[in-house]
């Protein structure tokens, strides 16, 4: 079984990070690495004492994941990402991680649209994004996605290999578009999701992070999407 480091990037979660480190199959994984990406509260100290490796980054969403990949243990050979509200369901891991176990895929994005959502767990704008995301993405590089999901399993090497730049809320749809780009097997599974645990959206809490996110996704999806097709290295 790969040996697995799971990445939690994290922004003034107090209110969450403790219950959601706390739910972590440790017998899963070889660690739980909680990136606080610059938070003023004590999401740090919270998610130290439930048994996460707590690492720094500056701001941006992108940034921290790349701040906990780079950070990985170096015998980890699967990256999980997932957030820090709770909103994401840690029992989908295995069903998550099992394609790369027996060698059918490379990267693996769990879609909330095919799985069940509690109710307000997401706004209508995002179940629109997401669609609206995977429609273009069909079009231009015929590669199926129902949704832009943070809950995802990707190779180490393969993660290497897209040699990602994102540093904000594009991050997800950089690593979407990168994946078919240079070919990787992704398969896309339906996982359940629920409310956040406490705290505000930094994506979707208020008009104004909304409007910055989407525009940012639409910045990426021009940029990286209709950039010139790349093909996987060689081994």
């Known amino acids: 079984m790969p040996s697995v480091s ?12 403790g219950q959601v480190v706390s739910e972590m199959p440790w017998h899963l994984i ?9 938070s003023s509260d004590n999401t740090a100290g ?51 991680l099992a394609p790369i176990q027996h060698d059918e895929a490379d990267f693996v994005i769990g879609s909330r649209l095919r799985g069940n959502r509690e109710p307000g767990s997401m706004l209508p704008s995002q179940v629109f994004a997401g669609r609206l995301v995977g429609l273009l993405l069909r079009v231009l590089l015929g590669v199926r996605y129902t949704d ?23 991050w997800n749809l950089e690593m979407q578009i990168k994946a078919a780009k240079h ?17 505000e959206s930094k994506v979707s809490g208020n008009l104004s992070a909304s409007i910055k ?3 940012r996704i639409l910045q990426v999806l021009i940029r990286v999407g209709l950039s010139r097709k790349s093909a996987m290295p060689s081994k």
């Open 30 to 38: 070889a660690e739980c690495i909680v990136v606080d990406n610059g």
């Open 183 to 199: 070919g990787l097997r992704i398969v896309e599974i339906p996982v359940d999701y629920r409310k956040r645990i406490g705290g």
């Open 148 to 170: 832009m999901g943070p809950f995802r399993a990707i190779r180490r090497s393969s993660l290497e290999a897209l040699e990602m730049s994102e540093l904000t809320y594009g």
């Open 6 to 17: 799971i990445i939690i990037p994290a922004l003034n979660e107090a209110e969450s990070i």
């Open 213 to 215: 996110a989407a525009v």
């Open 46 to 96: 919270i998610a130290q004492a439930a048994g996460a490796r707590v690492v720094t980054s500056p701001r941006g969403y992108g940034a921290a994941c790349l701040a906990g990949s780079n950070a990985a243990l170096a015998t980890s050979e699967v990256l999980v990402y997932m957030d820090g509200d709770g909103s994401d369901i840690i029992a989908d891991l295995p069903r998550l």
